[in-house]
């Protein structure tokens, strides 16, 4: 069974940062998978926020972060991070991670895998 286990969220100020980590455990051991970051505010759909490939040379974000957070990986560790600086009070949401997407990497529905989400909440 793979697991995906979200850290780092917490409250900050606008214009603070913050660093999330998905761990990923389980399943097998060589396994190195695609990976994404996910966020759902409050009334809002869930949205793709990036993605970054298997070594992680291709990245992906979506236009309301770019310029402001980057993901990357720490293969030897099974670790995604995505850095987050400028943090504006409409990035309040829960942020979830997801590993080894099919289709576009774009999509929730895409991944097999998920994690329970971590809260980043950005007061102004």
């Known amino acids: 069974q793979v697991q995906l286990v979200e850290s780092g969220g917490g409250l900050v100020q606008a214009g603070d940062s913050l660093r999330l980590s998905c761990v990923v455990s389980g399943g097998r051991t060589s396994s190195i998978y695609a990976m994404g970051w996910f966020r759902q505010a409050p009334g809002k759909d869930r949205e793709f926020v990036a993605v970054i490939s298997e070594g992680g040379g291709t990245t992906f974000s979506a236009d309301s972060v770019k310029g402001r957070f980057t993901i990357s990986r720490d293969n030897a560790k099974n670790t995604v991070y995505l850095q987050m600086n400028s943090l504006k009070p409409e990035d309040t949401a829960v942020y979830y991670c997801?590993?080894?997407?099919?289709?576009?990497?774009?999509?929730?529905?895409?991944?097999?895998?998920w994690g329970q989400g971590t809260q980043v909440t950005v007061s102004s």
């Open positions: 997801a590993a080894d997407p099919d289709g576009s990497w774009r999509e929730f529905s895409d991944y097999k895998y």
